[in-house]
């Protein structure tokens, strides 16, 4: 864990996305601790629909550090923290046999993604 205030940090943050949290660490797991530029690579390649958001969320995170910083160098930045969080569940009854009723959860996440020059 990174002390605040030491170096250069930018964050973003996206929340109440349609997907599982258990899925966006899937593809989270693979870009924690790589350097901005392959991790773009990475998400770029994947086939997960949430890499996608994962992708436009580190933009917006590198977009940050320009505008906290000025000139950041960005090619010396890594993605020091990225994590997702469990969001409010949308509930959706479906009928069933005999009259019976199943619920269908529709899930949502948070998704925090942190880059550094650490």
């Given at each position: 864990?990174?002390?605040?205030?030491?170096?250069?940090?930018?964050?973003?943050?996206?929340?109440?996305?349609?997907?599982s949290a258990r899925k966006a660490r899937l593809v989270l797991d693979l870009i924690r601790g790589r350097r901005v530029e392959?991790?773009?690579?990475i998400l770029m390649l994947s086939n997960k629909r949430v890499a996608e958001r994962i992708e436009k969320l580190?933009?917006?995170?590198?977009?940050?550090?320009?505008?906290k910083e000025g000139k950041a160098e960005i090619e010396k930045m890594v993605v020091h923290e990225a994590f997702a969080d469990d969001g409010p569940i949308m509930k959706?009854?479906?009928?069933?046999?005999?009259?019976?009723?199943?619920?269908?959860?529709?899930?949502?996440?948070?998704?925090?993604?942190?880059?550094?020059?650490?």
């Open positions: 864990m990174l002390i605040r205030g030491l170096g250069m940090e930018a964050y973003a943050r996206v929340r109440n996305l349609r997907g392959e991790a773009q690579k580190l933009t917006a995170a590198i977009a940050n550090a320009t505008v959706r009854m479906r009928p069933r046999a005999h009259g019976r009723a199943t619920v269908i959860r529709r899930r949502t996440c948070h998704i925090t993604l942190g880059i550094s020059d650490k």
